[in-house]
């Protein structure tokens, strides 16, 4: 697999890698051996890179990573912070942030984690001095070998890339979500700060599956939070309309190379955006894993098939939601 530098983190990783938030919760139940059977499928198949978070089944998916982890060597493993308590500024402080470390490393079973992410933290947090300055010392203390942060607005991004030790933005970047191209992608490259792109498939919107008849059990957020009930509403497909993303992918279906899916296809269209360090799609199955990972193998999309993605973007889902996020 391709393998592209993680920003400040100094590390290299493949460009596509794993997105864990399935494994622990929210997506619909997934037995302990299936989500092993999935993480195993993806780093056999050629994934370094595995996203997860304290919050993610309330550290279940953070211990199944850790279960792996123990058995292959070469992986990076990225984790958020800061979900667990009510979304107020006062509550990210360096006693909380120890609290949150000490949990996630005993749960993946190791003395210094890779990349804590803040985890779509209130606006204001992004630039208070005392939130860095306490991150810059958990690296000093060697609990931490990098941090950055996982945003929901493209102002928020550009706060935190502006920030000299932040390694990584990870944001919502997708064939539906293409604000990030116009400020965030160029300063990131400008500053050496990683992307990492998640909710690529827009929530399974992009996978081409998905019809007016399609639905979600209770405890899937495709179901509970389509109008933000739960968290942000950008989260659950990318905050587009379903039927309007339904739309979208019948006009971008005649666009997809010979033999490729409409996830292969959406996830091949992230990679080729300059400035994209990682994409990190979840999956339920091996068979996912290896649908995604062969996006990684495809030739980059020839500019017609780019221009269509933009007109059908400019078209049906900027009205909806560029000014948004």
Known sequence: MEMRRLGRTGRDVGVVGLGAWQLGADWGSVDESDALAVLRA????GVTFIDTADVYGDGRSERLVGQVLKSYDGLTVAT????RVDQVPENYT???FRAWND???QNLGVDTIDLVQLHCPPTPVYSNDAVFDALDAMVDEGRIAAYGVSVETCAEALTAIARPNVATVQIILNAFRL?????VLPAAREAGVGIIARVPLASGLLSGKYDEHTTFGPDDHRTYNRHGEAFDVGETFSGVPFET???????????LPAGTTMAQFALRWILDQPGVSVV????RNPQQVAG???AADLDPLTPDRLDAVRQTYDELIRPEIHDRW
């Open 179 to 183: 604000k990030p191209l116009d400020e």
């Open 42 to 45: 993806a780093i056999e198949g």
């Open 94 to 96: 360096a006693e909380n």
């Open 280 to 283: 990190i799609p979840g999956a």
């Open 80 to 83: 958020k912070m800061g979900r």
């Open 103 to 105: 949990r996630s490393r």
């Open 245 to 255: 993303g339904l739309e979208a992918v019948r006009r971008l279906m005649p666009w």
């Open 292 to 294: 995604n990972v062969s």
